[in-house]
Each structure stands twice: as C-alpha cells, then as structure tokens.
C-alpha cells in the first residue's frame, strides 16, 4: 500500500513547500466553505449532526492509495482498522462524500465495478488494499451490491459525465443480470432466494428492505438504459412486478415486512440438508426452533427500522418515487411509533448496548408490535445504530414528518453530548463509523436541495415551510440556495456552478403524530 501523497510528493520537505505556497489560498476556500455551511439556518440538531460526522472523511477509517482512489474501513479501533475493504453495504447508507468530493465517490464505484467485480458479475463487498482482483471467497452482500447500481445513477448525475456512464454500463449490466439470477432466478421481481445483507446475516425470503433495494436498482438501471439507447424492457418488467409484490404482499397496512421462506427454493437450508442425511452439527435446540420456525437470523411479521430503505435511497440518488408513498409514509409513521424509543431504561438488549442505553433514546433496528418475534431473531435487532437513525430521520423528513425526524436526531445528538461520548465519533463497529454519513442526507430531507449537473437543474423542495437558507455543493462549485420572500435564490460562492433552471416544490410538510 502506498498512500495518495507519495504519488504527489518525493519527501516531506515538498509537501512543506507546497503548503505554504497553497496556504492563502487554502485557507480562503475552507473560509469560504465553513461560512455557507454555517449561514444555513436549518434547526441546530441537523446542523451539528451534518458538521460533526464530517470528521469522519479525515479520520483513519477513510485512506486514499497512490492513484487517488479512496479506501476504507468500516470504522477504527484505538490501534488498527475494523471491518476493511469499503463495505459496500454501509456505503449505500453514506451520502457525503458523493456530494462533497464526487469524483473521490466515482473512484469507489471504479473498484467495485472494476477489481470487485468478477467475470460472472459477482461483487465482493470488502476490495482489497492495495486495490487489486478480488478473492470472491464469501458470498456477495445483496443490499450492498444492488445499491452499487443506485450509486452509479446518483454520482453520474451529480457529474454530468454521460461518457464514464456510458464505460461504466457493461459492468453494471452484468452486475445485475448476476443479483437477478442469483437472488430472482424465477424472475418474480422479488429476492426470494437466501441473500446476504448489512446485518451480517441471510434474509430468506422476499423482504422489504433488500426487496426495496432491489427495485431501486431496477428503476436506475432503466433510466440509464434510456438515457443511453438501450432496450431495458426486462429491467422494467421486474420493477414493475416487485413493486406490486412489495406493495400488495409485504406491506400489511402498517409497514412492509419480510415473508420467511425456506421451502420450495433453488437454495436448500443446510439444516434440510444435514436432517434429510440423519446428521448435523446444530444443537438441538436450534434444530427443534428451525422444525418450527424456519431459518434463524429473520425479521418475518417485525417492523424494521430499515424496512424499506430502498426507497430513501432512490429520492437521495435522485430516482425519484419507487412505491407508494403513501405506504412508504405509513411505514415510516410506524418505525417512528413502535421503534423509537425515548427512555432505554426498560429495553433488553444483549448484543452491544453501549450505542445507547439506560435513560437515552434512541430508534432500536426492529420490534414485533404484533408478536411473532423469532426465537433466533437477527442478532442485531435490538441495538440503535446512528447511521440508520439518520438515515430513518431523513427519510420521514421527505415525507413531511418533520418533528418525528428532528426528535430522533436529537436524540441521537444528546448521547453524543462529550459527556459520555466523544460529539465528533459516532462509533459503531469502531470510531468514526461510515454508516454516520447518512446524516449529511438530513439536508435534503429539510431543505430538499439536490443539483442534477446533466440537466443543469437546481431543485429546491423543502420539507419545511417559510424562509431558509442551505448549502449546495457541485463537483464544480458551492454556494447557497433556498427560500426568501416566498421565492426560490441562489448564490454561487466559490467555483463555477452552470444552473440552466431552478424547480421549486413547496413543502409537503404534514401534521404530526
């Protein structure tokens, strides 16, 4: 591994003199910078949330090797890196990046579609370091794999840059085409065999967080296959059925679920397997819940927190609407309802529970409000991750929930107060944790501010009402943007920014719970 900087200098003493050369000029832009990001009057919790996690891009978890492509872990212990090879599955939750430095974002879809990527379409979700032919020894994660394919649409339109788009395409073609018949090889729109996914287990069965993620994929892959003459007509046909599936089986009214299925699969259980030849190497406990229940590590009948993130993610990306949002809202009513917990006093959680514990709040991963929870539930499903919890926040914000996403990020906020821990490092599996890059999605959520560099578009469609005033950032440029009297500004502040138009949306802020 050789790191960006001994590509750029032969020894300390140039990196001196290029600093005090730059240093003017250096320090204007951050100025520059730092004052749009504070002239936002956006509430104080979003704010903080936003500015605090940006150290993450400059602590260890992030490293950039010698021709400029970024690589990171999923976090940091005190004396070395935890969980490497940029995990792509807690990359779909990040967001800044992409918006603040986007040809570094594009360098990681680079690997992924490049070194990661294997000839059959396969993505090993940890690259190597240094970057080089993955090792496809574990089975690919489908949540971060498919996101991978959203990420392609998002950084092309934050780039304009239809020709690394257009070199791009091949692989991420046969990068579906692999999560297609791999996870969907009956082609019902739906995950239906076992798939791997963030929480480190397999979802069996359709659910609605992958199954989410899955037509997302479809929707970007359809819009890219227009945008570049293609015929997408398969890739419309399974967006079309995994949205009703999602829809009218996985949502129960409430929010969308996961419908566990074991049986009648191209994948066979290996406790099925092992049974069927009078052996096994599971206690019998787990095999008399397995005779009852299915597979262990399931979510069935639960409302889980991230249940239908697929749909964050497209309004992020800039796909757009993906389900009904009136169920997604639903949904989401239901996660703040059941999930979000305001005292943890009488909350059981034997994983980790030093995320949040005691008389803290915060939004716990999954709950069973109507029963049924598995014996063997994912064993994750009782703990509060920041990275879902502003991911989660953002999202009710896009729907007009405002109050219920501006408490839970205050929540999360007041237990990184630098009483107990540290404001600037929202741990997880380590420091500094990626996932805490979904809260640069909160200004979105509030302010609802996204620039599309191919069509020159500027869009302002707040969540909020009245005057504000936010950030935007470009490949090429930053400034501010938003609401005065009534009506829609911008002013570029540093660099060149080429807005052709402004699309103004006025709120859809709804009642409260």
């Known amino acids: 591994y050789r790191p960006w900087y001994t590509a750029q200098f032969p020894e300390i003493q140039s990196v001196a003199t290029f600093w005090r050369g730059q240093y003017a000029d250096l320090r204007r832009r951050t100025r520059s910078f730092t004052e749009c990001f504070y002239t936002m009057d956006l509430p104080d919790e979003v704010i903080e949330a936003v500015a605090a996690n940006l150290s993450i ?3 260890p978890t992030i490293l950039r090797q010698h021709d400029g492509r970024v690589w990171t872990w999923e976090g940091c212990m005190d004396q070395h890196g935890c969980c490497p090879g940029s995990c792509t599955h807690v990359w779909s939750y990040a967001q800044a990046l992409a918006h603040l430095f986007p040809e570094l974002e594009r360098g990681m879809r680079r690997t992924e579609f490049g070194e990661s990527q294997g000839d059959d379409g396969r993505q090993a979700f940890r690259a190597l370091l240094p970057i080089r032919p993955a090792k496809h020894y574990f089975r690919p994660a489908s949540d971060g794999q498919l996101g991978a394919v959203v990420r392609v649409y998002r950084d092309w339109r934050i780039s304009g840059d239809t020709d690394w788009l257009r070199a791009i395409w091949p692989a991420v073609k046969k990068c579906l085409e692999y999560c297609i018949e791999t996870w969907d090889p009956d082609h019902t729109g739906t995950l239906t065999e076992p798939h791997h996914n963030t929480y ?31 015929t997408v007509d398969v890739y419309r046909r399974l967006y079309e059925k995994g949205r009703r599936f999602l829809e009218d089986v996985l949502f129960d009214g409430d929010y969308f679920t996961q419908q566990v299925r074991w049986t009648d699969l191209h994948t066979e259980h290996p406790i099925s397997r092992e049974l069927a030849d009078g ?77 949040a ?40 914000m896009l729907v007009g929930l405002v109050e219920e996403g501006l408490e839970i990020v205050r929540a999360c906020r007041d237990r990184y107060d630098g009483r107990v821990r540290n404001p600037f490092n929202e741990y997880e599996c380590g420091h500094w944790y990626i996932r805490a890059l979904s809260s640069y999605a909160l200004i979105f959520g509030l302010a609802g501010v996204r620039y599309d560099r191919c069509s020159k578009t500027l869009f302002i469609a707040p969540s909020i009402t009245g005057d504000f005033t936010s950030i935007f950032v470009t490949e090429t440029g930053f400034g501010i943007c938003g609401i005065k009297d009534g009506q829609p500004f911008h002013q570029v502040k540093e660099g060149e920014v080429d807005i052709a138009q402004v699309v103004y949306r006025a709120s859809r802020q709804e009642d409260t719970i």
Request: proline share 4%; charged share 25%; with cysteine.
């Open 357 to 396: 514990a005691g008389a803290e709040g915060g939004l716990v991963l999954c709950t069973w409000p109507k029963g049924g929870r598995p014996q063997l539930a994912f064993s994750y499903s009782d703990e509060v991750w920041t990275g879902v919890e502003y991911q989660v926040a953002s999202h009710l």
């Open 200 to 230: 480190d287990i397999d979802f069996w069965g359709p659910d609605g967080m992958c199954g989410s993620i899955y037509i997302a994929a479809l929707k970007a892959a359809v819009l890219i296959g227009e945008a570049l003459g293609e």
């Open 279 to 355: 052996t096994t190497r599971f206690v019998p406990e787990v095999v008399d819940i397995f005779k009852q229940e299915g597979p262990r590590n399931q979510y069935g009948i639960g409302c889980l927190s991230d249940g239908v993130i697929g749909a964050w993610m497209a309004e992020v990306c800039g796909i757009g609407e993906i389900l009904d949002v009136e169920k997604v809202r639903r949904h989401l009513r239901s996660v703040y309802k059941y999930n979000f917990k305001r005292d943890l006093s009488d909350h059981v959680n034997v994983k980790r529970p030093g995320y």
């Open 57 to 59: 891009l400059k602590s």
